[in-house]
């Protein structure tokens, strides 16, 4: 490794092996690696110009979450009008909206007959609430099962009912 070069000794360091074993190193990681994939929601939504009759739901297993600001959500069970129960807070998290859901799961299966229709919710968020937001909700939609849902354009009553939560600015 060292030479002799006019009487003294000149140290000379070769990189070559280094260098082979830099590039077998990366192609070890590399072939050995696996990139992580993304994950994609699949959201079907009608076209709204063709929309020419409403669907009715039940009133005892519709649910109506509306996303407000601050990552914090109001829902209410049943018709805005004469809600069955609520409107209340919740936030997201285990002892939040998931709590909920799972509560209105087992009573639309408590009230109705075998073979009966599943929980409807309805999404409506506000234009404060944040697009991670209803990405969360939809999240909790999968986890829980829920295979009926809508997101939907939230209205005045709504935006008022957020505005007295405290939900809307």
Do not use: C
């Amino acid at each position: 490794m060292a030479e002799l070069i006019s009487g003294r000794m000149q140290p000379r360091v070769d990189l070559t092996p280094m260098v082979d074993l830099a590039f077998l190193l990366i192609t070890f990681f590399m072939l050995t690696t696996s990139l992580q994939k993304q994950h994609a929601l699949d959201i079907s939504m009608p076209d709204k110009t063709h929309l020419s009759e409403t669907i009715n739901f039940a009133d005892k297993r519709t649910m109506t979450i509306l996303l407000g600001n601050d990552h914090r959500v109001a829902w209410y069970w049943g018709l805005m009008e004469a809600p069955i129960e609520g409107p209340k807070m919740a936030e997201f998290g285990k002892s939040g909206i998931k709590t909920v859901l799972q509560d209105k799961i087992i009573k639309v299966i408590q009230q109705q007959s075998t073979g009966s229709k599943p929980l409807m919710v309805i999404i409506r968020p506000s234009n404060q609430s944040s697009y991670g937001d209803l990405v969360n909700i939809l999240d909790e939609m999968r986890i829980n099962g829920i295979i009926q849902y809508a997101i939907d354009d939230i209205g005045r009553a709504e935006i008022q009912l957020l505005t007295k939560l405290g939900l809307y600015k």
